[in-house]
């Protein structure tokens, strides 16, 4: 059966994709094989595919199907997180819009409705993924609310609590006031937005003066509303102005709250006035300088409750016309800010804000204009509130210990090794975890509390109970459990932990790599590194991968906002699922980003459509299936030549993929099968198919079989890069011969060519390629026809190139167009040197004739002139990039034009003046 003419991707891609998975193909029997495990870290159950999740699963692919190939007993564990806030707003949404609520429901009844939003609604991801080609084990989907997960969550929040290691506490946390719940630091965004700068007086208390006579310290502040609940005033201990009155205290406009004059290096004396306000309950920073200046926790002042309204402090100073204010100004009413500012101003505590207008006359507003950058909650869309309150706190700072010795020592490596500094900052300093949110979707913290506050952790309400002692009245904690909290379980909970004598547990954990983003590394994985630790005794994986994020074209960062979101679904529907992942595999290079490059994702796609019509020839030729992973015996040259660049390219990529270099691996098989195979070896091999040739002759059959060979050889090796394309293609070449593969692509053996091959005879072949480089190099430069057939000398050939061009002659003409090649000097004349040499040896000259081909006097000057404007472009660049001013100011689409056009020039400098010297 002959292969269609065209390569159309969506031919074949869901066709091969629903064979692998209803045939086992993701998850052979092989129970005696070395085991290799990846999880997949867990897309959230609302999730869609974005650009993101193809880079980091397009990775995982390869390097699940390599060693699978490898004959690795492979497992890649797949399943999405429960995603607290995004699937109960998702709920809440449908809910609004159908004109009910959340509010009309038990909790029980609100989850029961979020259960059956996922058996409809929640599977979208999945099936984007297996578009993508990954090559998961879906017999084994995990959830993160499945029953034996949920048990594995209740048993470590329990288990740590018991061992101190989980408490409640009352801090900071960043609150959204519209979801009503704290948040994590990655759910929130921070956005630069007009704000203002106002200045205060804060009276001196009991007549004290500063030394310049003021009886006020001047305070700034982006969030006026605050100081109904201040609680000190900061200044450096190093800054004399104030030294007279630190320990003294201030009166506070409008609430008349005495608060003292504290030290603390927080405060700056170059900025501002030098003497910072003070509020710890709605400032982290402040919070820090609270508990230094002796302030608990408990006693520090809440002005606000969880709807960002005023609410009334514990010690009762905020006037009632303040209560129930919210904030700042929201659908056009003014709140808290405003109010503050306006009395202030009323009441002479307002510093105006002077400025000058072109003319340099003077204006007075109330503050001075800022833009800052505030924060705002990912899915709530509002201002978040760092807002005090009783949470869940994980001792952090003790489940980091092992994690930090380990990478220190090597037990777990981080590739690359440029982010081992960020992640040592991190963990070095790493604060207490709040893992309690305020929802109703997710894991229920096991705490029940009686009459008195009394708390009691356990698996279950019943154990609760026995510990609390009958009769004793126990309600339930409300929150849940963040889900980072239990997607740091995902290594080995999804292998069945804690359940006792798990085949999986015991085989595939540790797991033997994880691939993430860089921007979950604290987030999610040193998470999974302490608690594979606390309940495993040992690390999740020995090496964990981070790559970087794929950005806009213009190397911006994607954001719907801008408009600059790639859809990667839209991508393979245009060039195919095996076109973008060699994309990504291509270009992605440890540490850096990915710039997104749609003319690169086609050019993946001509490399699959030549590919495709490269076993198309081999077709119509009779080339076939091989019958062995070993390499054939070859006599030809052509064909020892093939056989030792397979077992070259497949060292290559070994080493590659061993070094996680995806882009080095995906460049070893692409100019391998493009420029080696398809260009060299099946122009090589065209007169051993001529019409004049015997088709059952040695030189026939020895080439079909290598040919078939090599041709498979490429297929595996492509394969985790690659897969619908190489499946197709690797039973399409059994079926050309009226055969059948004895298994599928996805579970073939990887390459071990073993073949022998003569030095002499690849030697001969490289020398024939290099010298068809450059003769073909020389023709473009001097603007001569490709076709036309030269005569060349060579006054001094290397043995090499005597046996070449005495064995190899008619190859040499139809190839280098050059006949007929002496042995010996050239004529006097015009004329090019061009050279061809195989390794690092001397190499060849040729001298080739011009005269009556092209005018030399003619040429030399065009080369010359051109030579020249390149040069002076070039030049001219250098200048401009060596210049500090233009590299930082520009804009940095013109600086990395400008390189570009450097790099251009000075690739035209040496191209022309290598013409010029071929000329002579």
């Not at 064979?19 to 959230?44: K, L, Q, S």
């Not at 982010?419 to 893992?435: G, Y």
């Not at 073939?748 to 480089?773: F, H, Q």
């Not at 003769?775 to 026809?785: D, M, P, T, W």
Request: some cysteine.
């Amino acid at each position: 059966m002959s292969l269609p003419t065209t390569f159309n991707p969506a031919d074949i891609e869901m066709r091969w994709y629903n064979h692998w998975e209803n045939t086992g193909g993701f998850r052979p029997e092989r129970p005696d094989a070395e085991a290799f495990t990846i999880v997949n870290p867990p897309p959230n159950v609302t999730g869609s595919l974005h650009i993101g999740h193809a880079l980091d699963n397009t990775l995982q692919d390869i390097v699940i199907r390599y060693e699978r190939l490898r004959g690795k007993d492979v497992l890649w564990v797949v399943g999405t997180d429960h995603a607290g806030i995004a699937t109960q707003m998702v709920v809440e949404r449908q809910m609004e819009a159908a004109g009910d609520k959340r509010a009309n429901y038990s909790r029980e009844e609100f989850v029961d409705k979020v259960w059956e939003w996922k058996a409809e609604s929640g599977g979208t991801i999945t099936t984007q993924l297996r578009r993508l080609g990954c090559s998961m084990d879906w017999s084994r989907e995990q959830f993160t609310m499945d029953e034996h997960f949920t048990k594995a969550v209740l048993k470590t929040f329990v288990n740590l609590y018991n061992d101190g290691l989980i408490y409640r506490d009352k801090r900071l946390v960043n609150w959204d006031p519209k979801l009503k719940t704290a948040i994590s630091d990655l759910e929130v965004e921070t956005t630069t937005i007009a704000g203002g700068f106002w200045h205060f007086k804060y009276p001196l208390a009991d007549g004290e003066t500063l030394a310049d006579g003021r009886d006020y310290i001047e305070v700034a502040t982006t969030r006026p509303e605050t100081m109904l609940a201040d609680m000190a005033v900061a200044v450096h201990p190093d800054d004399e102005r104030y030294a007279s009155v630190v320990g003294k205290e201030v009166v506070l406009p409008i609430t008349g709250r005495r608060i003292k004059i504290v030290t603390d290096e927080h405060a700056d004396p170059e900025l501002g006035s030098g003497a910072v306000k003070i509020t710890p309950g709605h400032d982290f920073n402040d919070f820090d300088v609270g508990k230094r200046a002796g302030i608990e926790a408990a006693q520090m002042l809440n002005m606000l409750d969880g709807n960002g309204d005023v609410c009334q402090t514990a010690d009762g100073l905020v006037p009632d016309e303040f209560i129930g204010l919210h904030r700042f100004r929201r659908d056009k009413v003014d709140g808290a800010r405003e109010a503050v500012v306006e009395r202030l101003k009323a009441d002479g505590f307002l510093i105006s804000h002077v400025s000058k207008n072109k003319k340099g006359e003077e204006t007075l507003s109330d503050a001075e204009p800022r833009q800052i950058a505030t924060p705002f909650g990912d899915r709530g869309g509002v201002v978040i509130e760092p807002w005090l309150t009783d949470q869940w706190y994980v001792d952090a700072e003790k489940l980091a210990e092992k994690p930090l010795k380990q990478v220190r020592d090597g037990t777990v490596e981080i590739v690359p090794k440029s982010w081992e500094k960020t992640f040592f900052n991190w963990m070095e300093n790493i604060q207490p975890w709040c893992v309690s949110r305020q929802l109703w979707w997710g894991h229920r913290i096991p705490a029940w509390f009686d009459e008195s506050g009394g708390v009691y952790v356990a698996m279950s309400e019943e154990e609760a109970q026995a510990k609390a002692g009958e009769g004793v009245a126990l309600t339930r904690d409300n929150d849940v459990l963040d889900t980072w909290f239990s997607s740091a379980l995902w290594p080995f909970a999804t292998l069945g932990w804690p359940e006792e004598g798990q085949l999986l547990v015991e085989k595939h954990f540790p797991n033997s790599l994880l691939i993430s983003g860089f921007d979950i590394l604290f987030f999610w994985d040193a998470r999974m590194m302490m608690m594979g630790n606390y309940n495993m005794g040992e690390a999740p994986w020995p090496r964990l991968y981070l790559h970087g994020l794929v950005r806009a074209a213009d190397g911006a960062k994607m954001s719907k906002s801008k408009g600059n979101v790639v859809d990667p679904l839209g991508l393979i529907d245009q060039y195919g699922a095996d076109a973008l992942r060699f994309f990504m595999a291509a270009m992605e290079s440890q540490g850096r980003d990915i710039k997104m490059d749609e003319k690169r994702v086609e050019g993946y796609r001509n490399f699959a459509t030549k590919l495709w019509n490269a076993t198309r020839f081999c077709q119509s030729h009779n080339i076939s299936k091989s019958t062995s992973v070993r390499a054939p015996r070859a006599r030809l040259a052509a064909n020892q030549w093939i056989i030792g660049e397979v077992q070259a390219v497949c060292t290559e990529i070994e080493s590659a993929m061993e070094d996680l270099r995806f882009d080095a691996a995906a460049n070893a098989i692409y100019q391998f099968t493009w420029s080696k195979f398809c260009d060299w070896y099946l122009e090589l091999i065209k007169p051993v198919f001529a019409d004049d040739a015997d088709p059952e002759g040695m030189p026939a059959v020895e080439t079909r079989e290598v040919a078939g060979w090599a041709l498979d050889q490429i297929l595996v090796m492509l394969h985790p890069f690659m897969p619908f394309i190489t499946e197709e293609l690797w039973h399409a070449q059994a079926k050309n011969s009226g055969g059948e593969r004895k298994y599928d692509l996805i579970t073939a053996k990887w390459p071990n060519p073993r073949g022998e091959t003569s030095k002499e005879a690849t030697d001969a072949i490289d020398w024939v390629i290099d010298l068809t480089t450059n003769v073909r190099s020389a023709k473009n430069e001097l603007g001569i026809s490709p076709g036309a057939k030269l005569a060349a000398f060579v006054p001094e050939a290397s043995a090499l190139a005597a046996s070449t061009i005495e064995r190899s002659s008619a190859a040499i003409e139809r190839i280098a167009r050059l006949t007929p090649v002496t042995v010996g000097e050239a004529p006097s004349g015009p004329a090019m040197q061009v050279t061809a040499q195989a390794g690092s040896g001397g190499g060849d000259i040729f001298v080739i004739p011009l005269e009556g081909i092209i005018d030399i006097a003619e040429e030399k000057a065009r080369l010359e002139k051109a030579l020249a404007a390149s040069q002076k472009e070039a030049k001219s660049l250098e200048g401009r990039l060596s210049n500090a001013n233009f590299v930082e100011r520009a804009k940095p689409e013109a600086v990395e034009k400008a390189k570009a056009d450097f790099a251009h020039h000075q690739g035209e400098v040496e191209r022309l003046t290598a013409a010029l010297e071929r000329l002579g």
